[in-house]
C-alpha cells in the first residue's frame, strides 16, 4: 500500500503568516488521486482540495495544494485564527485509499 | 441539505460483533459511494472500504476483508458496517462518508462519528 508521511508533525504559526505542509508518498501518486482534509477536535474530517487543485465547496482560495510524483504541498496564506486544525492528506491512486498522519497547525 | 447520521456509540467485548448504521438524507442515496473510515486514539484515519448504493458492489480494504462487511437498505436510505471478531484494537471512532462524485475515493460529506470501545 502507499504511505503517506506528512511533516512537520507540528507546525506553529501566527496569524497572517504562510503555513506549508507537506505530504510525501512511498510511491508515485498523480496529482488529480491526491486530496487534503482539515480535522478540528471533536469533528469529522472536512475535506478541502482534490483532483488537482480542486477547492472543495466553501473553502476559500487561501488554500491551495501544489506537488507531483511522490512530494506535494498544502499552502494556507493568510493564516486566521480558525485554520488551527490537523491536516490530513490522502491518496486514491491505489485501493487502500490511505491517508497521511496529520499535521497540527497551532496559530499563536 | 446533505446529512449522515450515524447510530450512538457501542461498548462490545474482545471476540464481539458490531454493527454501525449511517442514514443518509438530502441526497439521491444510489447515485454516490458511501465510504466507511475509522479513527483509532492517536492514530492516522483508516480507509476501510466501500458501498455503491446503486447495485451493491462492495470494495473492502485488505486489513478488514475478512471480519468486515458492508450492507445497505435503499428503501431507508441507510448503510451499515458490521466488524467482527472485534478486539481492543479496534477501539475507534467510526465514520461513514459520501464520495465527492459517483465513484470517487474522496469524500465531501461525513457522519458525525460512532465510537466503539471494544473491552473486557
Known amino acids: 500500500e502507499i504511505v503517506l508521511t506528512q511533516s512537520p508533525g507540528t507546525l506553529s504559526l501566527s496569524p497572517g503568516e504562510r503555513a506549508t505542509l507537506s505530504c510525501r508518498a512511498s510511491?508515485?501518486?498523480?496529482?488529480?488521486?491526491l486530496a487534503w482534509y482539515q480535522q478540528k477536535p471533536g469533528q469529522a474530517p472536512r475535506l478541502l482540495i482534490f483532483g488537482a487543485s480542486t477547492r472543495a465547496t466553501g473553502i476559500p482560495d487561501r488554500f491551495s495544494d501544489s506537488g507531483s510524483g511522490t512530494d506535494f504541498t498544502l499552502t494556507i496564506s493568510r493564516l486566521e485564527p480558525e485554520d488551527a486544525a490537523v491536516y490530513f492528506c490522502q491518496q486514491s491512486e491505489n485501493s487502500p485509499y490511505t491517508f497521511g498522519q496529520g499535521t497540527k497547525l497551532e496559530i499563536k | 441539505q446533505v446529512q449522515l447520521v450515524q447510530s450512538r456509540a457501542e461498548v462490545k467485548r474482545p471476540g464481539a460483533s458490531v454493527k454501525v448504521s449511517c442514514k443518509a438524507t438530502?441526497?439521491?442515496?444510489?447515485?454516490?459511494?458511501l465510504h466507511w473510515v475509522r479513527q483509532a486514539p492517536g492514530q492516522r484515519l483508516e480507509w476501510m472500504g466501500w458501498i455503491l448504493p446503486i447495485n451493491g458492489n462492495t470494495e473492502y480494504s485488505q486489513k478488514f476483508h475478512d471480519r468486515v462487511t458492508f450492507g445497505m437498505d435503499t428503501s431507508a436510505n441507510t448503510a451499515y458496517m458490521e466488524l467482527s471478531s472485534l478486539g481492543s484494537e479496534d477501539t475507534a471512532i467510526y465514520f461513514c462518508a459520501r464520495s465527492v462524485f459517483y465513484l470517487s475515493a474522496f469524500v465531501s460529506y461525513w457522519g458525525q462519528g460512532t465510537q466503539v470501545t471494544v473491552s473486557s
Open positions: 510511491q508515485t501518486v498523480s496529482d488529480s488521486y
Open positions: 438530502g441526497y439521491t442515496f444510489t447515485s454516490y459511494a
